[in-house]
């Protein structure tokens, strides 16, 4: 199959449709890691990486009927984001305060 | 539905990838995250929707909208060396990877049957579902993750606070 009739299942809302949203997302929250380089920026890609995670995941749960194993998953993936963006943002504070700059280029060596 | 809401998540990464204002983009992110929550909704899942709105809309994109301000530095900084090479190869990485994985799931015979099987048993998920599997079979994981986010608000703390 090609063409036409490989996309047209993602239109209607198939699981399909959710895991080429969850893969887009993920491709972007990539790339902003990969070519921005704002510390904050990356973090939110970060983030969107973590929700494109959470997108599949979930999908995966409701075209299995429903399983609520993946929402424990869910709520274990959200409180690690949580710590992750509470220390990250912690970190980013610190070396603006040291380096006066939050552009990771910048911050290449641990030394002052 | 499933076009708008997956329309409004992707646009709204794709303008905080191209964003150069990091508040600007932070206000794309909470569109973003508003479009997850539609998602999940029609995933007969109102509880994940909820948790996500509450969660990142709600309590992290704030405060990363917070920490940016209080920095100061709204714009991205002139880059110290550029590095073409680096950038094009992580263009070039992305590209192929969001590619092949968009083929792969496309042609996967075992997605389309389950997509087909799933579609046949419309299950919402409910609070009561979520708290009976979580706190029968997963209260060590529960209180563990307690534990954590009592770790990394200290961590947080210790690591912002001039003199303790």
New interface residues.
Partial sequence: MTGMDAILPTLNGGLQGYLVVALLLFAIGLAAVLLRRTLLMQFMGVELMLNAANVALLAFARFRGGDAQAMVFYLFIIAVAACEAAVGLALVIGLYRHRDTTDSDRAASLKQ | ???TF?LI??LG??G??LQKN?IV??LF?VA??FG?AG??L????P??AA??II??SG??MV??LF??M??N?HE??K???SRPVQ?WV??A???A??FG??KL???SAG??A??L???A?P???TLQ??G???FA??LL?FEV?GL??L???I???A??KRNL
């Fill in positions: 539905m499933f076009m997956a998540t992707l990464a794709l905080m990838l990091i983009a932070g992110m973003t995250f997850v998602l999940f029609l995933l007969a899942n509880v994940a948790l996500q969660v990142y309590a992290i405060l990363v920490v940016i209080m920095l530095s991205e900084e880059a110290e060396t950038r992580s263009v990485l992305v590209l990877l969001a994985a968009v799931v496309l042609s997605v389309k389950l997509d099987r799933g579609a048993m299950q919402a998920m579902k979520v009976t599997t979580l079979d997963h994981g993750a954590l986010l770790a990394a608000m961590g947080a703390v690591l912002t």
